[in-house]
């Protein structure tokens, strides 16, 4: 898998690649975005530590700063997607969440988190499997207005995006080899992923009874 992703980044068909498949994920978890901008970075480090490049090849990898900029703007334009979706939801979107414990809970927890201008959670669950899609839907299915839920949706994104580019260049550099430092990077991007999900789940603090 890794051998296929590292031909299809020296193309520049990558960026849209990266940026179609980030705007989708949140409707469609399997797809493997962070996957793809972790490889992208990486190959970009390779070339970096190969010394100089040739034009014709320069050209083909990937540019960290566009790099960047594409799977954070994606991020964004797919949670906001899925935010007026579910704030445009029918009768059968209800009953598709009513029946989800998962969505029910995101939808209290992210409501009240907003409500308080606390919106960390965004960003927490933007790392989480799914958990992008349980809070972009959940904050549309509540209503929230998108101007409490856009900063948030912004700063989840770029604090993914950067995770993930940093991620494949600084590890690519420090292990030196291009598929190591993809894999070892891989394997950081789930744990952060893991540690997200725990966040998410783990049940939000009650307030103490009055005296």
């Known amino acids: 898998m890794l051998e296929t992703l590292g031909s299809l980044t020296a193309s520049p068909w990558i960026y849209a690649v990266v940026a179609v498949s980030v705007v989708l994920d949140v409707f469609l978890p399997v797809l493997p975005s962070g996957v793809l901008v972790i490889t992208a ?18 050209a083909q990898v990937p540019d960290i700063l566009a790099l960047l900029v594409i799977a954070t703007t ?31 809970l ?14 960390a959670l965004v960003v927490i669950a933007r790392f989480a499997p799914a958990g992008r899609s349980v809070v972009s839907l959940g904050a549309g299915k509540t209503h929230r207005k998108a101007m409490e839920f856009l900063p948030w949706s912004v700063l ?8 993930s580019v940093a991620l494949g260049y600084f590890g690519t550099q420090w292990l ?16 952060a992923g893991a540690l997200a999900a725990f966040v998410i789940r783990r049940p939000a603090p009650t307030a103490a009874p009055a005296a």
């Open 156 to 163: 989840a994104g770029m604090a993914w995006a950067g995770y």
């Open 41 to 58: 970075a990486a190959t970009a480090a390779a070339a970096g530590a190969a010394g100089p490049v040739p034009v014709a090849v320069q």
């Open 74 to 104: 994606s991020s964004v334009l797919g949670d906001m997607a899925a935010f007026r979706l579910a704030r445009r939801g029918g009768a059968r979107l209800d009953r598709a969440i009513a029946r989800s414990r998962r969505l029910t």
């Open 176 to 191: 030196g080899a291009t598929w190591l430092g993809t894999a070892v990077s891989v394997i950081a991007l789930f744990a």
């Open 106 to 119: 995101a939808q209290e927890r992210l409501g009240t988190a907003l409500v308080r201008g606390g919106g």
